[in-house]
């Protein structure tokens, strides 16, 4: 049975994660021009100990207990490549990961290339690995990401920081990558290891996104679809993780509908009342910042307070943070800012910052939550040409009103969409995707007992279905 099957991972729901290191004392972290920087009293200066060998590729991936980060590194092979070519691209790039102890300023490499590795060269086929940027396990002692070398499948690869073992684990369950394969990247959860596939419906010809489940030690449990979307079709454009009410939920952001809420284990997806609020682990009362996305994609950010203010806008979540002690916040522009009390200090030593487009910040760890009770700014009410205000949630259960008659339901969310039949008057339906302005409606596809597929909210000021109460 399917219950059976989640048997292994749902005690992991009710667990309750604290980190096992004081974390107020953490100091800044940051990436620039190729150099891992830390701050030491008032400055930030090289962190030489902790300074990889080869070129960094990514920011710092901090522990959960704040005492460790990874980074990822680009290997020989891949310089050399480009020194004799001049650049190199049409595909993800090999990269090696590194490890350090900041408690004991130790560094060590923790994957790597082939001792045969060869990349770019003639004739001789690539013999090279391709991995993805890895995931902290919640309680910090372990790690995953995926690997894959030429010919093979992908493999999750989990290290235990306690054994200081890797074990290796087909990914069978994966379909094929659209387009170029990448590693797939994870996310590891208090529901176990989740990743994401993208394939194409060969019948409706749809963008489908999938999850699939692992537990913690890399046992295949399941997968959901999370969406599909043809050409006019909703998609999602941010994952993250969550905590809603006590209970941790994959936050998806939808480009047209906003964010929802969605468990990981049934597939069910719930609104979110409110926007995601990122806060210090070690300070949760402290200062903390509702995110925003702008129609430009563009992310903003808002201080949790009743007034609504500050904002600090256009601000990539790499280049914001949030001190240990939850007082202050860091923000990357031309140089590293402290923020407090309405104040901004520069901090020396980071000058520059702004050369770097890949420069990124790390303070302390920081989580992701819909704080109940919270005042949040909303988005601006979705509304189609010739449609009414949409009042349609996405994961919510709504119906035909009465004096609407039935509703057409098509394949496609225009009028030129072939007809697949209507949803009656009072007969309940899923909201699964939506809206989609075209031909002066907002649609939505939608799933009933008998029919799944696009109808109209209304049109002109009247509304032809409700959400139920």
């Known amino acids: ?123 001789v086929p690539d013999n090279v690995t391709i991995r993805s940027y890895p995931a902290w396990s919640p309680d910090g002692t372990a790690l995953v990401w995926t690997e894959q070398r030429p010919g093979l499948v992908y493999n999750m690869m989990l290290y235990r920081l306690t054994t200081d073992t890797i074990v290796q684990i087909p990914l069978t369950e994966l379909p094929e990558a659209l387009g170029i394969p990448s590693a797939p990247e994870p996310l590891w959860s208090s529901m176990g290891i989740l990743f994401f596939a993208f394939t194409l419906d060969d019948v409706t010809f749809e963008n489908v996104e999938s999850l699939y489940i692992y537990n913690n030690d890399g046992v295949f449990v399941d997968s959901q679809e999370l969406n599909r979307s043809g050409e006019l079709g909703d998609f999602i454009t941010d994952r993250i993780l969550v905590t809603s009410n006590g209970t941790e939920y994959l936050g998806v952001l939808m480009a047209q509908a906003g964010w929802m809420l969605v468990n990981p284990l049934t597939g069910e997806k719930l609104p979110m009342f409110g926007l995601p609020e990122l806060y210090s682990v070690s300070a949760p009362d402290g200062l903390s910042l509702i995110v925003q996305t702008d129609e430009n994609y563009h992310t903003n950010w808002q201080l949790n307070d009743l007034e ?123 909201v699964l995707e939506g809206p989609v302005c075209a031909d002066g409606y907002a649609w939505y596809r939608v799933q009933s007992a008998t029919i799944t597929g696009w109808t109209a909210e209304g049109r002109g000021d009247t509304y032809w279905v409700e959400m139920l109460p």
């Open 1 to 123: 049975m399917k219950m059976c099957r989640y048997a292994s991972v749902l005690w992991l729901m009710l667990m309750i994660w604290l980190p096992t290191a004081a974390q107020d004392n953490l100091p800044l972290l940051a990436v620039a021009n190729g150099t891992i920087l830390k701050q030491v009293g008032d400055a930030v200066q090289p962190y030489t100990e902790c300074q990889p060998t080869e070129p960094l590729t990514s920011g710092l991936l901090v522990s959960p207990d704040g005492t460790r980060f990874v980074v990822g590194t680009q290997p020989k092979v891949v310089t050399e490549a480009i020194q004799i070519q001049g650049s190199v691209g049409g595909g993800p790039l090999p990269i090696d990961l590194w490890m350090c102890d900041m408690q004991n300023n130790l560094l060590r490499k923790i994957a790597e290339q082939p001792s045969n590795a060869v990349f770019l060269a003639g004739d």
């Open 308 to 430: 609504g203010k500050p904002t600090f806008d256009n601000y990539p979540r790499t280049r914001i943070a949030i001190s240990p002690d939850g007082t202050t916040l860091a923000l990357g522009t031309s140089m590293i800012e402290l923020w407090r009390a309405g104040t901004t200090t520069p901090i020396p030593g980071s000058e520059g910052f702004a050369d770097d487009l890949r420069a990124s910040i790390s303070w302390g760890v920081l989580r992701w939550r819909v704080k109940e009770g919270a005042v949040f700014a909303t988005p601006a009410p979705i509304i189609c040409d010739g449609a009414p205000i949409s009042r349609l949630v996405v994961g919510g259960q709504a119906q035909v009103l009465a004096d609407a008659g039935a509703n057409n339901v098509r394949e496609q969310p225009t009028t030129a969409g072939a007809r697949l039949g209507q949803i009656n008057a009072g007969e309940p339906f899923t």
